[in-house]
């Protein structure tokens, strides 16, 4: 007798033979699962409505490694947010979002491709990615692709995956455009939940830059569950650049208000939409004028 509640799942020897597979197959990737098993439980001890062929992909050397070349840090998509935190390679502006993240348990098991393409409003690695520019890797059998993040993600769970294409790696610039050489030295990440972590973001906000005594060289914000996609005000950003902080302390309310008109968060069961708002706008103060 066959169990029509079977999942028929599909365990590639190699990345080229998980390739195939998905060139022949509409199929569900499986990495850490630990979303895509929320996504899809039903009652106890029955399986997930998986309507689909399963390919599982996380026993993959080829999807796994981090390294750094030229400033930019490379992440193999199966790669644990535990093997992230792990890694020396990894900068601290990174493992702090990281850290906020699920519990010890789910970053065991997650990855950060899976974050990505789980394409959630509310994902942690996301606004960090998109405030660092990074670009995502996406392989079929016969090409290769990049992709800036901010094209990647098209609203809540929906991506730019094409036909047979998988997230292989994530590159992420890690020092200031406008001198490579320096570091980053100001940083701030603040994610608002029910609790610190194990929880879905109510909103979060990620700032980075580089300043000197007088001015922002170097600035970027992104905003998380502010709107359908993460949202970034890349004009706003070059405003403040070369602004002596006494001028921009004077204009921040103008700011503030520019980049209000660019988020669109939703009331829900989480939070509601004021209340989101407002603490977006007060992190964004906080950031600019150093003040947390």
């Known amino acids: 007798?066959?169990?029509?509640?079977?999942?028929?799942?599909?365990?590639?020897?190699?990345?080229?033979?998980?390739?195939?597979?998905?060139?022949s197959y509409d199929a569900t990737v499986f990495a850490g699962g630990t979303d895509l098993m929320v996504k899809h439980?039903?009652?106890?001890?029955?399986?997930?409505?998986?309507?689909?062929?399963?390919l599982f992909i996380s026993h993959l050397k080829a999807m796994h490694g981090i390294q750094v070349n030229d400033g930019i840090l490379t992440i193999r998509a199966a790669t644990t947010l535990t093997d992230l935190l792990s890694a020396p390679q990894v900068p601290t502006f990174i493992k702090a979002?990281?850290?906020?993240?699920?519990?010890?348990?789910?970053?065991?098991?997650?990855?950060?491709?899976?974050?990505?393409?789980?394409?959630?409003?509310?994902?942690?690695t996301i606004p960090m990615?998109?405030?660092?520019?990074?670009?995502?890797?996406?392989?079929?059998?016969?090409?290769?692709?990049?992709?800036?993040?901010?094209?990647?993600?098209?609203?809540?769970?929906?991506?730019?995956l094409g036909h047979g294409e998988l997230l292989t790696a994530i590159h992420i610039p890690i020092l200031p455009t406008f001198e490579p050489e320096n570091a980053y030295n100001h940083f701030f990440y603040r994610k608002i939940g029910n609790r610190k972590s194990n929880a879905i973001s109510k909103i979060s906000f990620f700032?980075?830059?580089?300043?000197?005594?007088?001015?922002?060289?170097?600035?970027?914000?992104?905003?998380?569950?502010?709107?359908p996609t993460v949202i970034r005000d890349k004009t706003c950003e070059k405003q403040i650049i070369g602004l002596e902080h006494d001028i921009i302390e004077s204009r921040i309310d103008i700011f503030l208000q520019q980049i209000e008109s660019k988020l669109n968060p939703i009331d829900d069961i989480r939070s509601t939409k004021d209340y989101r708002l407002d603490v977006l706008l007060n992190l964004t103060r906080s950031f600019i004028l150093d003040e947390h």
Do not use: Q
Not at 104 to 114: C, D, E, F, H, Y
């Open 1 to 23: 007798m066959v169990n029509e509640d079977a999942i028929r799942g599909y365990h590639p020897i190699s990345l080229s033979d998980a390739l195939d597979f998905l060139d």
């Open 41 to 54: 439980r039903r009652f106890s001890g029955l399986t997930p409505s998986l309507n689909k062929p399963v």
């Open 97 to 124: 979002v990281l850290r906020e993240l699920a519990s010890v348990s789910i970053r065991n098991l997650g990855t950060i491709g899976g974050n990505i393409c789980n394409a959630s409003p509310a994902g942690d």
């Open 129 to 160: 990615l998109v405030a660092l520019d990074a670009e995502l890797e996406l392989t079929s059998l016969m090409d290769k692709r990049t992709l800036p993040i901010c094209d990647f993600i098209l609203g809540p769970g929906k991506t730019a």
């Open 207 to 227: 700032g980075i830059a580089h300043k000197d005594p007088l001015k922002f060289n170097e600035i970027r914000m992104a905003f998380g569950a502010a709107a």
